[in-house]
């Protein structure tokens, strides 16, 4: 056993004060969670404290927080570990971000989790006729949506993003997580509806900045920003444009890397906007989005951090070099399917034998997602619970 | 006042399945849960659901190894039901979208599970639970404008007309403190189990027993409620669920000795001997001194001898469980566990349509008793009785709504002013009794040394005593929040209330039974005796001290009972 002190942000909306922090000591053991320190405080010091919490194991969804600043289930982080990342040895707990605090540390989760859930229409649009049996599906892509369907619906993807921050309306890493569950079921029949809808809101799947954060927010491995990349990688194969032309410009940037080995910053404005080939810049809509993000190339050229000739001509790669690149581009393509990172087909990621596919092992702390398993690995007396 | 055709409390499982039926039945529907639905305690089932839906497979098996598995205990009939229903359900299921796992054809493939003759467990990953019900709640969305869903809406009591017809209940919304009547034509109750009245409990803090407490208050009887299963491999701190893969596995079991001491309770089996078998030979050694850990409380699991690339391939959920929660990395080191309770067979008495002996109120899934189970669930029985079982309800309830008018209770608003003034008691409690955390902690401890793997007589009758002791000093215990929005404070109050009630029924049923079937082992009659105790124990409130004991004969079809032997 050993004292922890946790300092949890208090606030009482039937008080009329604002928000405050308020310290409590607890003794248990360093590998005990977060939460289980909360709930010693609650239990033997303060019964008002306000937190929302069952399984006590990672699975219901309930307990997200802010630890030191950043968003964690409280089940799911050890006393020990958040007391060493806290600033002063006490650790902090908050009320999660981007949602409404009703009390304490309870967020509303309908004004904006839930509400943004049921944009995606969340439910399976089946594919007619329905058959008898179970639709024949193949195990890949069942195993690949089996990554989406772990997620919890914790929140803390959505308290952590950056671009819901700024962009309240943004549909979110959770939502368009769920959203690929139905994308990538081979049983939907909306696949291409939904995609077009995501990609036409100006708040839908192309508003994400790649700031990975919710990537390391959740507990389960979902990845929310590879689910986003799968549905736009997939939108791309329904050459789906959207307003944000993000389509256009992913095409455009590829094309550049693989003709000149590194981005044409000059030549990706103008295709991505007028299309994705050397004449794009003559198209109309591109002298337009040219003209209007002059301001931002002058301030560029200002801060010098472009300079002119590179800004025009191009990054030069030596000839070798180019080479490898568009070698790359020839393997990836070559491939007979896209060849999609996930966890549950490969995610042996502590196998000290190192034989795995390292690149596919995914965020170190995706290791409490459940694991599929190969066929045929079954245990003989499979888990009985 | 808000008024519907079938109101359903709980939104588990059986609740969430109820609620789809009783709407495509035509009804209006409301379904309330104290929790948001999805973090409902059906999210933690991990290893999969029953049916025999592959074409070597028949339902007649997987009825008779059901009913071998309840030590002949479980109604035949409700159990033939289950078993031919179950196809049908994971077809259902499967074309609202749960991604079952699939073989190499793109067919839905399945596991082997214990106490079943085939590999008849359909599965997600192992998730299934949460797959389940995250579908179910997915279809919920979709029904928004059929059923009306009241999210973090706790249930305070059931009400009745004067003839005693349950007519629909008392609820606060823990939001804003609000307390309101919900009329309704038929209840369903699908608020699941009571694990949280033992210590350790693979159950979630919301377990808490509340309608099996509720029906049990209108007088509807609770049936087997002697029978609790106890799971082999708990964690000893914190009861969290250890698989049977890691036996399965080749993990051993060891005492504080160091001694692998199954080979002298199973010399053929050993670590795979059956649950009850298991759980039986651990607290033994526990309590005749071999205990291991810190004050001897536990035992080891030694998963050290799996080689460790197949623990990690194979186990992975329970390295992470070990790391995340114990501390420990199973691949170096033993694990400390110890028998934890982790379901209940017994609950509301129910027909095989879910409908109570209460007019107006059904029952489904943990909180019912069907009963299906009987003396000891199989693995994987327990997702199937309730989806089937809250299918049946929602129908038969909608069915029965159609011929009626909506009732207007006349003693509802007084009922519920009174559950307002006994919350307002609560609040206004003084500081001067016990803690509720602390009674709580008392009670599933004592249920834990008296009411759990070994009973007998003496030690049944001081756990009653602890819980009516526990009773008393209930109804001082304090609490700290006098707030209304979010007050979980004074929730937990009730919930000690209700916890309270199974815990009695529950040692009042172990009492009575004198002999050992399934999950009761009585050390003072340690064999089954089918000529006397072949029927189920049925316990109801009588408005004095002590509950009132009847019997209702158990339900033969087919298999008539026959020495049970794995
Ligand atoms: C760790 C674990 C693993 C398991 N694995 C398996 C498995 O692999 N296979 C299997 O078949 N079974 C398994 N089980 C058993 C199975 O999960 C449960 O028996 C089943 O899910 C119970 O479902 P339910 O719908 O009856 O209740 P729950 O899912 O417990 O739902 C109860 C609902 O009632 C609501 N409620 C309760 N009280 C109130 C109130 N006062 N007011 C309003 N609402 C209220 C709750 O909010 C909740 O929505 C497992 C159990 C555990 C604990
Ligand atoms: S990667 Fe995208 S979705 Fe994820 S947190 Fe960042 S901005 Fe949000
Ligand atoms: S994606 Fe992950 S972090 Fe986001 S809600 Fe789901 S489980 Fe939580
Ligand atoms: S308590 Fe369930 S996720 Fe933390």
Partial sequence: MSEFKLRLRRYDPESGSAPYWAEYSVDLEGHRSVLEGILQAKGE?????????????????????????????????????????????????????????????????????????????????????IPEREYIAPHESMVDITQSMACIQCGACVSSCLSMEIDPLFVGPAALAKAYRFVGDPRDAQQYERLKDLAEDPHGMYDCTHCFNCIEACPKGV???????????????????????????????????KDYGLLHEAELLPRSYGGDSWFGKFHPNAGKELLDSLPVVVKGLMRRKMNPKIALFGHKLPKDALGEVQRIFDTVESRPARDELNLYIKGYDEDDSGAQDSGAGGPEHANNAPDQGQPGQEPEESPVR | MPAHDVLIIGAGLAGQRAALAAADAGATVAIMSKVHPVRSHSVAAAG?????????????????????????????????????????????????????????HGQLGTRAFGGASQARTYYVADITGQAILHVLYEQLMKYSNQVDRLEEWFTTSLIQDEDGTCVGCIARDIRSGAMEVFTAKNVILASGGCGQAFKPTT??????????????????????????????????????????????????????????????????????????????????????????????????????????????????????????????????????????????????RTDADGATP?????????????SVHGGNRLGANSLLDTLIFGKRAGTHAAERARAMA??????????????????DAIIARPKTGRRISS????????????????????????????????????????????????????????????????????????????????????????????????????????????????????????????????
């Fill in chain 1, 45 to 129: 010091t303060d019964g008002s404290i306000g937190i929302r919490c069952s399984c006590r194991a990672a699975i219901c969804g309930s307990c997200g927080v802010l630890i030191n600043g950043k968003t964690a289930l409280a089940c799911h982080t050890h006393l020990d570990k958040a007391a060493r990342h806290a600033k002063d040895g006490v650790i902090e707990v908050e009320p999660m971000s981007n949602m409404p605090v009703i009390k304490d540390l309870i967020v509303d989760m309908d004004a904006v989790h839930w509400k943004k859930q049921q944009r995606v229409t969340p439910w399976l649009i089946n594919k007619e006729p």
């Fill in chain 1, 223 to 257: 990845a929310p920003m590879n689910q986003i990349m799968r549905l736009r990688r997939v939108a791309g194969d329904h050459e789906i444009v959207d307003r944000n032309n993000g389509h256009r410009h992913e095409s455009a940037f590829v094309t550049l890397v």
């Fill in chain 2, 48 to 104: 999969g659901i029953n049916a025999a839906l592959n074409p070597e497979d028949t339902w007649e098996s997987h009825a008779f190894d059901t009913v071998k598995g309840s030590d002949y205990l479980g109604d035949q009939d409700a159990i033939e039901i289950m078993a031919r229903e179950a196809p049908e359900e994971i077809l259902h299921l499967e074309h609202i979208g749960v991604t079952f796992h699939r073989n190499e």
């Fill in chain 2, 203 to 348: 159950n979630g803090l919301i377990v808490t027993g509340d309608g099996i407490s509720q029906a049990y208050r209108i007088g509807a009887p609770l049936m087997d409620m002697e029978m609790v299963q106890y799971h082999p491999t708990c964690l000893v701190e914190n009861g969290f669920l250890i698989t049977e893969g890691a036996r399965g596995e080749g993990a051993h079991l060891l005492n504080g000795d160091g001694e692998r001491f199954m080979e002298k309770y199973a010399p053929n089996k050993l670590e795979l001997a059956s649950r009850d078998v298991v759980s039986r030979a651990e607290q033994t050694e526990i309590d005749e001194g071999r205990g291991a850990g810190p004050d001897g409380v536990g035992i080891y699991l030694d998963v050290t001898v799996v080689p460790k690339k197949r623990t990690l391939e194979a186990l992975r959920e329970i390295v992470n469980i070990g790391k995340d929660f114990a501390g420990v990395d199973i691949t170096r080191e033993p694990i400390l566990i110890r028998p934890g309770q982790h379901y209940i067979m017994g609950g509301v």
């Fill in chain 2, 358 to 370: 209460v007019p107006g109120l059904y029952a489904a899934g943990e909180v019912a008793c069907v």
């Fill in chain 2, 406 to 423: 909506m009732p207007t209770p006349k003693a509802a608003e007084a009922k519920r002013r009174e559950d307002v003034e006994e919350i």
């Fill in chain 2, 439 to 566: 009674i709580k902690e008392e009670l599933g401890e004592s249920m834990n040394r008296h009411c759990a793997v070994f009973r007998e007589e003496d030690g049944l009758r001081q756990g009653l005593e602890i819980v009516k002791h526990l009773q008393e000093e209930a109804k001082t215990a304090y609490i700290d929040d006098r707030g209304t929005v979010f007050n979980q404070d004074v929730l937990g109050a009730i919930e000690l209330g209700y916890m309270l009630d199974c815990a009695e029924a529950t040692v009042v049923s172990a009492i009575e039974r004198k002999e050992s079937r399934g999950a009761q082992f009585r050390t003072d009659f340690p064999e089954r005796n089918d000529d006397e105790w072949l029927k189920h124990i049925n316990v109801t409130t009588n408005g004095g001290d002590d509950p009132a004991i009847s019997y209702s004969p158990v339900t033969i079809t087919k298999w008539q009972p026959e020495e049970r032997k794995y």
